[in-house]
């Protein structure tokens, strides 16, 4: 993990994804704090499908003195409302194959598992599963 996040989130990974036209951050606030975020991906930010017609979420991170909050879920509905406002024919996002919770917040709010794809974490081979939901 942690080689991944010197690259992932270097000042310069990070400034490049901010000025990336396709992609945009929205913070989830808690009493003027934030606690989450999420970040989407349209047209050729997405990091799989670079579909027109879809939005990937490409993170949703919520701190974890905040979880049970409900935060991740009206994070998620946001960007559903999005691509609903948009326009767009569905909405996805890559979930470790491991990470349960996840999987199964991910189920109960309506998306479908379609696919997988391999991703290295320093030396380590792992594998996302691919959810879309419908909009």
Known sequence: MEAYSAVAFTMESMLDQLNNPDSEFYFALYEDDIVGYIKLNFNDAQTEFNDENALEVERIY???????????????????????????????LGVWEHNKKALGFYEHNGFEIIGRHDFMLGDDRQTDLLMKKVL
């Open 62 to 92: 919520v701190s974890g003195e905040h979880h049970g909050k409900q935060i991740g879920k009206k994070l998620l509905n946001f960007a559903i409302d999005i691509g609903v406002e948009k326009q767009l024919n569905y909405i996805w």
